[in-house]
């Protein structure tokens, strides 16, 4: 080629390089060599999750009934699709201030429905250690407060725990302890005479109450709440304080003078902790309100204001659940039971959105003779785990009869239908106990989705239909199968296990099928799916004998839908953008 013609091919190259530089607006954009290869396919494939801050609307901050005082804050806002979920945050205190980041994170290879999610995310604050002051809580910018009436400390091994501040020269204090005051009596059939246990005085005709003395055995009652009110009893209003762990009160920054320190065994807080039971001190046989007149003076603290309780129903001296010669519930043979009091929050059966996060809480009672510890456990038995923890801790000790809120974060499924989480108590030992008769407790939900997913769903789940004859005799969950024997109900019961690993088949048109269109398996919670189908008929079968279900099934009979040993089916409608839920199967294994 002749030089000529390189020299003006070359500037022509040039020129239209010069060109490609040149941004939209006429100005040229400075360009760097880069050896970055141009975007591929493959890392596209590889791009990192997005991280963001989560859309805070508003924040509730909980200062929960114990001590040290635990302190809660229930966020609240949305996320911007089903496929973006919450990380757990790190609040952190500067000054006086807990600032908590909270974010979100979005796989982008994910594909899911864009429908807004709203959630409630409960974050715990580390309160202990705290001094006495007001405190403020920042989520992503949202603010709120709490105030600690005295000093978050719990004194060292052996100490009491702290309870009214010190007071100065010109104000004064008042503390006490709220006890459960200890007696039982036993004996008592036929000519067999009756015998109090230490700390029980006689009243006339044969009747035993609790001496009215806080002896160094006799526990505290956490959780009470203590009212206060200026000059003589009757009187409150003015402030009010709640038990700690160990029982204790107190009043700080009284200025001098006549106080009225009450509690009212009856109001709805104390009742679910006290009641059925009365007053030893300082009114002995009162069932209701009792009060104290305390005088204060400047600079001194008025201590051991103290009021006894004596609970009616206490096992007796040689019964399980008492140690001997004394009236206790504690002790080596005590008994775990729990008594289901109210769904605080999420109501059995309430509606709510795919994936939308929601704290569910139970109010339950101690209706046993052992106290719940902080090694106690709120325990995951079975059914729709729905994201929570397997397990967690108690958050307070529990005394008998005394009430608590336990509550566990879930995630609402992205499928419709019927979810049921069962769950149980764990005691130290390890050893699982829940409400007599029902044995657990548990949250159900309905999912619906807001905004239908592209294509259409089955769903359901496969459950063991439990019936147990003992001695011919029965159990809760039987029937009469007109030949003499029983068989499980058909109804899936609370507590009542799911099977995994089934094999399920689907076919279009209506049953009995002619050829599988696709299969799947059930989960570990039961539960199975077919997805992005369209409208029309289907048959949904499973085949006791088919795959693995020889294996996972064993012998047994089908008892919903249908009354069989061999293949059962249902015939399923299909409409459009919809999901068609709890199709259900049970299976009632056969006794060895």
């Known amino acids: 080629m002749p030089k000529e013609v390189r020299a003006l091919l070359f500037s022509l190259l040039v020129v239209t390089l010069a060109a490609c530089s040149l941004t939209r607006g006429g100005e040229q954009e400075a360009t760097a060599p880069s050896d970055t290869p141009t975007s591929t396919p493959e890392a596209e494939e590889a791009e990192e999750p997005e991280t963001r801050q989560a859309d805070v609307e508003s924040i509730e901050v909980l200062v929960l009934e114990s001590f040290p005082v635990q302190v809660n804050v229930i966020a609240s806002g949305t996320l911007p699709d089903a496929c973006t979920t919450l990380n757990e945050p790190a609040p952190r ?21 864009q429908a807004v999610v709203p959630f409630d995310k409960v974050i715990q604050l580390d309160a202990e250690g705290l001094s006495a002051g007001t405190y403020t809580v920042s989520v992503n910018g949202v603010t709120g407060t709490f105030t600690l009436e005295t000093d978050n400390v719990v004194g060292g091994e052996g100490e009491p725990t702290p309870t009214a501040v010190a007071p100065d020269a010109d104000t004064g204090g008042i503390e006490g302890t709220v006890w459960h005051d200890l ?33 160094a055995d006799e526990p505290g009652i956490a959780g009470i709440v203590v009212n206060l009110g200026e000059g003589a009893c009757p009187a409150d209003g003015l402030d009010s304080a709640t038990t700690g762990d160990d029982g204790d009160y107190a009043f700080a920054d009284l200025e001098p003078g006549t106080y009225c320190v ?32 305390v005088a204060v003076t400047a600079g001194d603290v008025a201590s051991d204001v103290n009021f006894g309780w004596d609970y009616e129903n206490l096992p007796e ?11 206790t ?40 003779t052992c106290t719940w510890t902080s090694d106690y456990d709120l325990v995951f038995a079975g059914g729709d785990r729905m994201g929570a923890p397997q397990a967690q801790p108690l958050p307070r000790p529990v005394a008998p009869n005394q009430a608590i809120n336990l509550s566990v974060q879930m995630v609402a499924p992205q499928i419709n239908g ?30 619906s989705a807001a905004v239908p997913e592209e294509g259409s769903t089955i769903a359901g789940l496969v459950w063991s239909d439990v019936c147990e004859v003992t001695d011919e005799t029965p ?26 690993g089934v094999n399920v088949a689907l076919a279009e048109g209506a049953c009995p099928a002619t050829a599988v269109t696709s299969t799947t398996s059930t989960d570990e919670a039961g539960r199975y799916s077919f997805t992005g189908l369209e409208p029309g008929t289907y048959c949904v079968f499973i085949n006791p004998e088919g795959g693995n279900n020889a294996g996972v099934l064993g012998d047994g009979t089908w008892t919903y ?20 839920s709890d199709i259900n199967f049970g299976w009632d294994v056969a006794a060895e």
Do not use: M
């Open 475 to 500: 159990s809760a969950g039987c029937v009469d199968d007109g030949e003499g024997g029983f068989l499980a109900n058909g109804t899936l019961d609370g507590g009542e296990p799911r099977i995994g």
């Open 418 to 447: 019927t979810y049921r989480g069962d769950w149980q108590l764990r005691n130290a030992d390890g050893e699982l106990f829940g409400i007599p008769d029902e044995i657990t407790f548990w949250v159900q939900i309905v999912v």
């Open 561 to 580: 839908p249908d009354v069989t040993e061999e293949t059962v089916s249902l015939t399923v409608e299909v409409v459009a953008n919809d999901t068609a």
């Open 93 to 113: 205190l500067e000054g006086n201030t807990f600032v908590v980041n909270l974010t979100a994170t979005r796989l982008p290879e994910e594909v899911c429905s």
């Open 262 to 293: 009450s509690i009212d065994a009856l109001d709805d807080n104390n009742s679910s902790i006290l009641v059925p039971g009365e007053w030893t001190v300082p009114e002995a046989g009162a069932e209701g309100a009792v009060g104290a007149e």
């Open 183 to 215: 007696c039982s009596v036993s004996g008592g059939e036929g000519d067999e005479p009756l015998v109090p246990s230490d700390g029980c005085v006689a009243l006339e005709q044969g009747v035993y109450q609790a001496n009215g003395i806080l002896e």
């Open 329 to 368: 519930a504690e002790g080596d043979d005590c008994i775990d039971a729990a008594e289901f009091v109210a769904d605080v929050t999420v109501q059995d059966n309430e509606v709510l959105p795919p994936g939308f996060v929601f704290t569910k809480t139970w109010r339950l009672a101690n209706s046993g």
């Open 317 to 327: 001296p040689g019964e399980e659940g008492a140690t001997e010669g004394e009236a």
